[in-house]
Protein backbone atom coordinates (compact mmCIF):
# COMPACT_ATOMS: atom_id res chain seq x y z
CA UNK A 1 0.00 0.00 0.00
CA UNK A 2 1.86 3.51 -1.15
CA UNK A 3 2.37 6.52 1.44
CA UNK A 4 -0.69 8.27 -0.05
CA UNK A 5 -3.48 5.24 0.67
CA UNK A 6 -2.01 4.97 3.67
CA UNK A 7 -2.44 8.59 4.59
CA UNK A 8 -5.92 9.44 3.26
CA UNK A 9 -7.31 5.83 5.75
CA UNK A 10 -5.79 7.00 8.24
CA UNK A 11 -7.48 10.95 7.38
CA UNK A 12 -10.63 8.75 6.97
CA UNK A 13 -10.23 6.98 10.36
CA UNK A 14 -9.34 10.04 12.35
CA UNK A 15 -12.71 11.84 10.74
CA UNK A 16 -14.60 9.25 12.01
CA UNK A 17 -13.05 9.01 15.40
CA UNK A 18 -13.95 13.23 15.80
CA UNK A 19 -16.91 12.38 14.80
CA UNK A 20 -17.82 9.61 17.31
CA UNK A 21 -18.30 12.20 20.49
CA UNK A 22 -20.75 14.29 18.73
CA UNK A 23 -22.94 11.76 17.72
CA UNK A 24 -22.91 9.75 21.13
CA UNK A 25 -23.45 12.99 22.86
CA UNK A 26 -26.58 13.54 20.75
CA UNK A 27 -28.05 10.37 21.81
CA UNK A 28 -27.51 10.89 25.31
CA UNK A 29 -30.42 11.02 27.10
CA UNK A 30 -31.18 14.03 28.99
CA UNK A 31 -31.25 13.95 33.02
CA UNK A 32 -35.09 13.61 34.14
CA UNK A 33 -36.21 17.37 35.87
CA UNK A 34 -37.31 17.16 39.71
CA UNK A 35 -39.30 20.26 39.76
CA UNK A 36 -39.03 21.48 43.92
CA UNK A 37 -42.01 23.67 44.75
CA UNK A 38 -41.70 25.01 48.00
CA UNK A 39 -43.42 28.19 49.94
CA UNK A 40 -40.44 28.78 51.96
CA UNK A 41 -36.69 30.19 51.43
CA UNK A 42 -33.49 28.32 50.55
CA UNK A 43 -31.85 29.08 53.68
CA UNK A 44 -34.62 28.27 55.96
CA UNK A 45 -35.38 24.31 54.07
CA UNK A 46 -31.46 23.67 53.67
CA UNK A 47 -31.72 20.95 56.66
CA UNK A 48 -35.09 19.88 54.78
CA UNK A 49 -33.75 19.82 51.12
CA UNK A 50 -30.63 17.58 52.70
CA UNK A 51 -33.14 15.20 53.74
CA UNK A 52 -35.49 15.39 50.27
CA UNK A 53 -31.99 14.60 48.45
CA UNK A 54 -31.27 11.94 50.89
CA UNK A 55 -34.30 10.07 50.07
CA UNK A 56 -33.49 10.48 46.57
CA UNK A 57 -30.20 8.80 46.61
CA UNK A 58 -31.80 5.96 48.43
CA UNK A 59 -33.61 5.77 45.68
CA UNK A 60 -30.54 5.37 43.47
CA UNK A 61 -30.91 9.35 42.15
CA UNK A 62 -27.57 11.75 42.99
CA UNK A 63 -28.42 15.09 42.17
CA UNK A 64 -26.56 16.60 39.53
CA UNK A 65 -25.20 12.61 38.18
CA UNK A 66 -28.75 11.34 37.05
CA UNK A 67 -31.42 13.71 38.39
CA UNK A 68 -31.29 17.74 38.12
CA UNK A 69 -33.68 19.37 40.88
CA UNK A 70 -35.24 22.41 40.13
CA UNK A 71 -35.91 24.89 42.72
CA UNK A 72 -38.55 26.96 42.71
CA UNK A 73 -39.14 29.38 46.31
CA UNK A 74 -42.03 31.22 46.98
CA UNK A 75 -40.10 32.65 49.90
CA UNK A 76 -43.65 33.14 52.10
CA UNK A 77 -45.15 34.86 48.92
CA UNK A 78 -47.96 31.65 48.86
CA UNK A 79 -49.86 33.99 45.76
CA UNK A 80 -46.22 33.27 43.31
CA UNK A 81 -46.68 29.70 43.13
CA UNK A 82 -49.18 29.24 40.68
CA UNK A 83 -47.01 31.30 38.34
CA UNK A 84 -43.91 28.71 39.28
CA UNK A 85 -46.24 25.83 38.99
CA UNK A 86 -47.69 26.40 35.66
CA UNK A 87 -43.62 27.29 34.61
CA UNK A 88 -42.81 23.55 36.02
CA UNK A 89 -45.76 22.24 33.71
CA UNK A 90 -44.94 24.23 30.37
CA UNK A 91 -41.08 22.66 30.69
CA UNK A 92 -42.39 19.22 31.26
CA UNK A 93 -40.21 18.00 34.88
CA UNK A 94 -40.66 14.54 35.22
CA UNK A 95 -41.98 15.27 38.92
CA UNK A 96 -43.15 18.03 40.97
CA UNK A 97 -42.18 17.68 44.52
CA UNK A 98 -44.28 20.16 46.44
CA UNK A 99 -44.65 21.03 50.35
CA UNK A 100 -48.33 22.03 52.01
CA UNK A 101 -49.12 25.35 50.14
CA UNK A 102 -48.07 24.01 47.14
CA UNK A 103 -49.15 20.61 46.65
CA UNK A 104 -52.61 21.74 45.79
CA UNK A 105 -51.71 24.60 43.54
CA UNK A 106 -49.67 21.55 41.69
CA UNK A 107 -52.75 19.60 41.77
CA UNK A 108 -54.33 22.21 39.86
CA UNK A 109 -51.68 22.61 37.13
CA UNK A 110 -51.16 19.41 36.16
CA UNK A 111 -53.06 15.84 35.54
CA UNK A 112 -50.28 14.57 33.75
CA UNK A 113 -46.90 14.99 35.54
CA UNK A 114 -47.00 12.80 38.56
CA UNK A 115 -46.65 14.95 41.72
CA UNK A 116 -45.42 13.81 45.09
CA UNK A 117 -46.13 16.01 47.90
CA UNK A 118 -45.13 16.27 52.02
CA UNK A 119 -48.37 17.78 53.61
CA UNK A 120 -48.83 19.07 57.59
CA UNK A 121 -52.13 19.35 57.23
CA UNK A 122 -54.66 16.43 56.21
CA UNK A 123 -54.48 15.52 52.41
CA UNK A 124 -57.91 14.50 51.95
CA UNK A 125 -59.51 17.14 53.32
CA UNK A 126 -56.86 19.13 51.90
CA UNK A 127 -58.42 17.64 48.46
CA UNK A 128 -54.57 16.62 47.43
CA UNK A 129 -55.77 13.23 47.22
CA UNK A 130 -59.24 10.77 47.43
CA UNK A 131 -57.91 8.86 49.41
CA UNK A 132 -54.95 7.54 51.30
CA UNK A 133 -54.24 3.80 50.91
CA UNK A 134 -54.59 4.00 47.23
CA UNK A 135 -54.41 7.99 45.88
CA UNK A 136 -55.11 7.16 42.58
CA UNK A 137 -54.80 10.14 39.78
CA UNK A 138 -51.09 11.38 39.70
CA UNK A 139 -50.59 12.74 43.33
CA UNK A 140 -49.04 10.82 46.02
CA UNK A 141 -46.76 11.31 49.27
CA UNK A 142 -46.42 11.64 52.97
CA UNK A 143 -49.21 12.87 54.92
CA UNK A 144 -48.22 14.34 58.45
CA UNK A 145 -50.30 15.90 60.62
CA UNK A 146 -50.31 19.70 61.07
CA UNK A 147 -53.65 21.69 61.89
CA UNK A 148 -54.44 18.56 64.38
CA UNK A 149 -51.52 19.04 66.30
CA UNK A 150 -52.10 22.25 66.89
CA UNK A 151 -55.03 21.92 70.01
CA UNK A 152 -51.72 19.50 71.50
CA UNK A 153 -49.31 21.90 71.57
CA UNK A 154 -52.00 24.79 73.40
CA UNK A 155 -52.45 22.28 75.89
CA UNK A 156 -48.48 21.39 76.60
CA UNK A 157 -47.73 25.05 76.31
CA UNK A 158 -50.76 25.65 79.28
CA UNK A 159 -49.24 22.90 81.34
CA UNK A 160 -45.83 24.06 80.70
CA UNK A 161 -46.96 27.73 81.35
CA UNK A 162 -50.07 27.57 83.59
CA UNK A 163 -52.00 30.45 84.72
CA UNK A 164 -54.53 33.07 83.19
CA UNK A 165 -52.64 35.40 80.98
CA UNK A 166 -53.46 35.10 77.64
CA UNK A 167 -51.69 32.93 75.11
CA UNK A 168 -50.65 34.59 71.80
CA UNK A 169 -51.34 32.60 68.36
CA UNK A 170 -49.08 33.55 65.66
CA UNK A 171 -50.36 32.34 62.36
CA UNK A 172 -49.87 33.00 58.67
CA UNK A 173 -53.53 34.65 57.14
CA UNK A 174 -52.05 33.54 53.88
CA UNK A 175 -51.96 29.50 54.46
CA UNK A 176 -54.32 27.89 53.41
CA UNK A 177 -54.28 26.03 56.92
CA UNK A 178 -55.18 28.86 58.50
CA UNK A 179 -58.76 28.80 59.07
CA UNK A 180 -58.16 25.19 60.35
CA UNK A 181 -55.88 25.89 62.57
CA UNK A 182 -57.54 28.52 64.26
CA UNK A 183 -60.93 26.65 64.26
CA UNK A 184 -59.02 23.26 66.55
CA UNK A 185 -56.79 26.20 68.57
CA UNK A 186 -60.11 27.90 69.48
CA UNK A 187 -62.12 24.95 70.40
CA UNK A 188 -59.14 23.74 72.30
CA UNK A 189 -58.91 27.06 74.48
CA UNK A 190 -62.34 26.79 75.54
CA UNK A 191 -61.77 23.22 77.09
CA UNK A 192 -58.22 24.39 78.98
CA UNK A 193 -60.14 27.62 79.52
CA UNK A 194 -57.71 29.86 78.41
CA UNK A 195 -57.91 32.92 76.43
CA UNK A 196 -55.61 33.25 73.03
CA UNK A 197 -55.02 36.40 71.39
CA UNK A 198 -54.58 35.76 67.41
CA UNK A 199 -51.01 37.71 66.09
CA UNK A 200 -51.49 37.70 62.42
CA UNK A 201 -48.53 38.15 60.25
CA UNK A 202 -47.30 37.11 56.90
CA UNK A 203 -43.83 38.56 56.49
CA UNK A 204 -40.47 39.34 58.19
CA UNK A 205 -41.58 42.71 59.30
CA UNK A 206 -45.30 41.73 60.48
CA UNK A 207 -43.41 39.29 62.97
CA UNK A 208 -41.34 41.71 64.05
CA UNK A 209 -44.17 44.22 64.80
CA UNK A 210 -47.01 41.46 65.83
CA UNK A 211 -45.12 39.64 68.33
CA UNK A 212 -43.76 42.71 69.61
CA UNK A 213 -47.33 44.32 70.38
CA UNK A 214 -48.49 40.77 72.13
CA UNK A 215 -45.76 40.60 74.13
CA UNK A 216 -46.32 44.49 75.43
CA UNK A 217 -50.03 43.60 75.57
CA UNK A 218 -49.14 41.44 78.40
CA UNK A 219 -49.18 37.82 76.35
CA UNK A 220 -48.06 35.26 79.10
CA UNK A 221 -46.87 32.94 76.22
CA UNK A 222 -46.64 32.63 72.48
CA UNK A 223 -47.80 29.56 70.08
CA UNK A 224 -45.99 29.17 66.61
CA UNK A 225 -48.32 27.46 64.37
CA UNK A 226 -46.94 25.41 61.39
CA UNK A 227 -46.08 26.87 58.31
CA UNK A 228 -43.75 26.80 56.01
CA UNK A 229 -42.50 30.49 55.78
CA UNK A 230 -42.29 30.59 60.25
CA UNK A 231 -40.30 27.71 59.53
CA UNK A 232 -37.94 29.55 57.66
CA UNK A 233 -37.73 32.17 59.84
CA UNK A 234 -36.62 30.14 62.90
CA UNK A 235 -33.95 32.07 64.15
CA UNK A 236 -35.95 35.46 63.74
CA UNK A 237 -38.59 34.02 65.74
CA UNK A 238 -36.06 33.11 68.77
CA UNK A 239 -34.58 35.67 69.30
CA UNK A 240 -37.66 37.79 68.92
CA UNK A 241 -38.65 35.57 72.30
CA UNK A 242 -35.66 35.88 73.83
CA UNK A 243 -35.79 39.47 73.68
CA UNK A 244 -39.32 39.65 75.39
CA UNK A 245 -38.52 37.15 77.63
CA UNK A 246 -41.44 35.20 76.23
CA UNK A 247 -42.02 31.44 76.67
CA UNK A 248 -42.94 30.25 72.99
CA UNK A 249 -43.99 26.59 71.55
CA UNK A 250 -42.63 25.87 68.51
CA UNK A 251 -43.95 22.59 65.50
CA UNK A 252 -40.50 22.00 64.95
CA UNK A 253 -37.78 20.58 66.73
CA UNK A 254 -35.29 22.85 64.80
CA UNK A 255 -36.76 26.04 66.72
CA UNK A 256 -35.59 24.30 70.07
CA UNK A 257 -31.99 23.26 68.95
CA UNK A 258 -31.11 26.63 68.03
CA UNK A 259 -32.34 28.40 71.60
CA UNK A 260 -36.81 27.91 71.46
CA UNK A 261 -37.93 26.80 74.40
CA UNK A 262 -40.14 24.09 73.59
CA UNK A 263 -41.77 22.04 70.38
CA UNK A 264 -44.06 19.02 69.99
CA UNK A 265 -44.33 18.18 66.35
CA UNK A 266 -43.71 15.46 63.93
CA UNK A 267 -40.20 14.78 62.58
CA UNK A 268 -40.07 17.20 58.91
CA UNK A 269 -36.58 16.49 57.85
CA UNK A 270 -37.55 13.12 57.83
CA UNK A 271 -40.85 13.64 55.91
CA UNK A 272 -38.50 15.50 53.26
CA UNK A 273 -36.93 11.98 53.05
CA UNK A 274 -39.55 10.10 52.62
CA UNK A 275 -40.86 12.68 49.60
CA UNK A 276 -37.03 12.12 47.98
CA UNK A 277 -37.63 8.53 48.35
CA UNK A 278 -41.30 8.55 47.15
CA UNK A 279 -39.91 10.70 43.86
CA UNK A 280 -37.18 8.50 43.17
CA UNK A 281 -39.60 5.25 42.59
CA UNK A 282 -41.99 7.46 40.28
CA UNK A 283 -39.12 8.48 38.57
CA UNK A 284 -37.94 4.20 37.92
CA UNK A 285 -41.38 4.03 36.67
CA UNK A 286 -44.21 3.80 39.69
CA UNK A 287 -47.14 5.05 39.61
CA UNK A 288 -48.29 7.58 42.22
CA UNK A 289 -51.77 6.14 42.50
CA UNK A 290 -50.35 2.69 43.31
CA UNK A 291 -48.42 4.21 46.08
CA UNK A 292 -49.95 4.89 49.33
CA UNK A 293 -49.67 7.96 51.24
CA UNK A 294 -47.05 7.63 53.95
CA UNK A 295 -48.20 8.74 57.45
CA UNK A 296 -45.44 8.89 60.15
CA UNK A 297 -46.63 8.25 63.68
CA UNK A 298 -43.92 9.44 66.03
CA UNK A 299 -44.12 12.80 67.17
CA UNK A 300 -41.35 15.11 69.03
CA UNK A 301 -41.67 16.72 72.18
CA UNK A 302 -38.42 18.72 72.67
CA UNK A 303 -37.74 20.84 75.82
CA UNK A 304 -34.35 23.56 75.78
CA UNK A 305 -33.50 23.41 79.84
CA UNK A 306 -31.18 25.91 79.01
CA UNK A 307 -34.01 28.41 77.81
CA UNK A 308 -35.97 27.17 80.62
CA UNK A 309 -33.37 28.26 83.36
CA UNK A 310 -32.70 31.37 81.52
CA UNK A 311 -36.82 32.56 81.43
CA UNK A 312 -36.81 31.24 85.34
CA UNK A 313 -39.09 28.85 84.61
CA UNK A 314 -39.73 25.09 86.09
CA UNK A 315 -40.50 22.09 84.28
CA UNK A 316 -42.20 19.93 86.65
CA UNK A 317 -41.54 15.86 86.90
CA UNK A 318 -44.74 15.18 85.65
CA UNK A 319 -44.09 16.93 82.72
CA UNK A 320 -40.49 15.85 81.67
CA UNK A 321 -41.18 12.56 81.58
CA UNK A 322 -43.40 12.93 78.93
CA UNK A 323 -40.44 14.16 76.78
CA UNK A 324 -38.35 12.96 74.00
CA UNK A 325 -35.40 15.17 74.24
CA UNK A 326 -34.51 17.54 76.56
CA UNK A 327 -31.46 19.77 75.00
CA UNK A 328 -29.24 21.24 77.97
Do not use: C
Amino acid sequence: MGKAMRRRNFITFLGGAAAWPVTAWAQQPRMPVVGFLNGGTPDGYAVYVTGFLQGLNESGYVEGKNVTVDYQWARGQYDRLQVMAADLVRRKVAVIAANTPAAPVAKAATTEIPIVFVSTGDPVMAGIVTRLNRPGGNVTGVGLLGPELEPKRLELLHQFIPGTTPIGVLVNPTNPAANLQLRGLQNAAGVIKRQIDIVRASTALDIETNVTIAAHQGAGALLVVQDPFYNSRREQLVALAARHRLPVMYPLREFAEIGGLVSYGHNLVDGYREMGAYAGRVLKGEKPADLPVVQPTKFEFVINLKTAKTLGLTVSPQLLATVDAVIE
